[in-house]
Structures are given as structure tokens and as C-alpha cells.
């Protein structure tokens, strides 16, 4: 296996002999893929001219990591009628996928994507918070278990369970996890009550493709009913691109979302900086964000 200067196996490496543990022969050619920050990707080229998305973590975190992302695939294009890629192979080590074209760089796209997702929230409402098993966000476990309660969920299972996390008890101090819990019992103050529907769960532009026809196509889910703003707040804050600005608006008019949506993004967006914080050594500023976020929850001596 080849490694990088660090002597860290290179992701083409791991991803080839994935595919070949998986009996996929026949692979003339891998080119990595950037992009995701949690597993090695690349393009594979079989002998017959066929391209296709490999996916593979260095360190396999669970089981079920690909199985549970190629059922949350299957939900967004059956429940949500979202084009997603076709899965080819999901195994415990690796996942291969249909290969999807970039998005374009139009503010059409972006206005359609706005009208796909909102129909996907609209359509899909349940009377439940959470999904019918676990899954994961990146290298760690997404914990689904159900909730009647939207506040009690998105507290327990999207804030709360992160503070188990060692990075998290190491970049937060005392102050700034009981700051988290004070919000968490104040969220039915800060958050309006809305119903449940099916979300992507992990949407930042990244995850944001084209079909073969066009349409907008999604890939990585984290899967599960909880609040759409989830999904909203998630691609707000992670820079989307230029063009996507049409997106916001076109959603927002089309969902009626109220005028203060944009005020509610950095609290929503908490789980996913604690997510990351959980999982790299470099959160990208993910920890100060917390704490900004946390500041006006502090308790005063």
C-alpha cells in the first residue's frame, strides 16, 4: 500500500484495495477526490470504460457506516423524490456509487434545487422525531432514537450527545457546557415549533451534485425526520457558493418561512460545529464558533 510523505496510506491506495477485498476487479484507473473530509473518495475507471464514485475510511468506524448511507440514499429518491446516485456495491469497507456530474454554476440550478428541497420538506412530515436506526455523520454516530418532542430531540440527540465526545470535553470548558445546556432547556424560546419531515441531515454545498438530466442530485446523507431547518441552516453557514444566494430566497418564499429564519441558523447549525469539532483535530474555527454562539447563554456570577 502506498503511503504519503507522513506515511499515511494515500487514498487511491486505500481505495484499491477496498475494491479489490470487495471483489471488484477490473479497475484501470483511480483519481482522488476532494471535497469530504471524513473518508478517501475517487473516481474509479473499469477496463470496460465505466466511471464510478468509490468511497472508503481508513479506519471502517461501524458496520453498518455504508449500509446506513445507501439506505438514506434510497429515502431521498423514494420518499423525498431527490435524485441521488445508484449504489453499485455498499460493504462494510466501501461504497461505490454511480458517478454524477458537477453541479452548475447558475443560479437556475440553484433556484430548481430550492423548489426540490422544499417539496421534500413539505411532503414528507411525520409525527415522530428521529429515523428507524442510527446512521452516521461523517466518522461518528448519528443518534436517531425517536422523539415526540422536537425541542427534547433536537436537544438530547443533536447537542447534548456531543459533549460524551473526548475532542468536545477537551475544546469546551465547564462554563461553555453549561452555557449548551441552558440553551437546550430555552430552545422552545428560541426556536419555533415546527413538525418533523425528511431531511438530508448533513447538506453543505459539497453534497450538492447534478443528475445525468440536470436535476439536482445529493450524496452523504445523514438521514432522518427532525426539523428542515436543519438542512437550511446547514448550507447558510458552510459558504455556499456565490450563486446560491437565489436558493434562500426562492426556499424561503416558498416554504413561508417568517422573517427572523436567518437568526435561528447559528443555534441550529450548533450540532453540526460539535460534529466536527468531535471528529478532526483542526475543527476550522468550529470550536470559537460555539463559543460565540454560547456567549449570550452563559450564566452570570
Keep these: 500500500m502506498r503511503e504519503d510523505s507522513s506515511g499515511v496510506p494515500d487514498s487511491t491506495s486505500i481505495l484499491s484495495e477496498r475494491l479489490r477485498a470487495a471483489g471488484m476487479t477490473g479497475i484501470d484507473s483511480i483519481e482522488p477526490v476532494t471535497g469530504g473530509l471524513a473518508a478517501a473518495a475517487g473516481l474509479a475507471r473499469t477496463a470496460g470504460g465505466t466511471t ?9 468506524p461501524s458496520d453498518d457506516a455504508f449500509d446506513t448511507e445507501a439506505e438514506g440514499l434510497h429515502a431521498l429518491r423514494t ?4 435524485a441521488t446516485p445508484d449504489v453499485v456495491l455498499a460493504t462494510r469497507d466501501v461504497l461505490v456509487l454511480s458517478a454524477l456530474p458537477p453541479r452548475p454554476s447558475t443560479e437556475d440550478f440553484w433556484v430548481r434545487f430550492a423548489h426540490e428541497l422544499a417539496r421534500m420538506h413539505s411532503t414528507t412530515a411525520h409525527d415522530r422525531f428521529g429515523w428507524h436506526r442510527d446512521n452516521w455523520l461523517g466518522r461518528r454516530r448519528q443518534v436517531n432514537a425517536w422523539e415526540d418532542d422536537g425541542f ?14 473526548p475532542r468536545v470535553h477537551a475544546a469546551l470548558d465547564a462554563a461553555d457546557r453549561a452555557a449548551l445546556e441552558h440553551l437546550c432547556a430555552r430552545l422552545p ?8 419531515c ?10 450538492v451534485m447534478a443528475a445525468p438530466d440536470g436535476r439536482p ?4 446523507p445523514a438521514v432522518s425526520y427532525t426539523w428542515a431547518e436543519v438542512d437550511l441552516a446547514h ?5 455556499p457558493p456565490p450563486e446560491a444566494r437565489a436558493f434562500f430566497d426562492r426556499y424561503a418564499e416558498l416554504t413561508s418561512l417568517d422573517a427572523g429564519w436567518r437568526e435561528r441558523m447559528p443555534i441550529i447549525q450548533l450540532r453540526q460545529h460539535l460534529a466536527v469539532i468531535a ?3 483542526d475543527d476550522w474555527g468550529a470550536a470559537d464558533t460555539v463559543r460565540a454562539t454560547l456567549a449570550p447563554f452563559r450564566r452570570r456570577a
Excluded at 427534547?152 to 465526545?165: D, G, K, S, T, V
Aim: net charge negative.
Design 52 to 60: 464510478v464514485f468509490v468511497k472508503a475510511f481508513a479506519e471502517t
Design 79 to 82: 420518499l423525498g423524490d431527490i
Design 152 to 165: 427534547e430531540f433536537f436537544a438530547r440527540h443533536r447537542l447534548l450527545r456531543w459533549l460524551e465526545e
Design 189 to 196: 424560546e428560541l426556536l419555533p415549533k415546527r413538525a418533523a
Design 198 to 207: 425528511l431531511t438530508h441531515g448533513d447538506l453543505w454545498a459539497q453534497n
Design 217 to 220: 442530485a445529493l450524496i452523504d
Design 235 to 239: 448550507l447558510w453557514t458552510t459558504a
Design 279 to 281: 471528529q478532526f483535530d
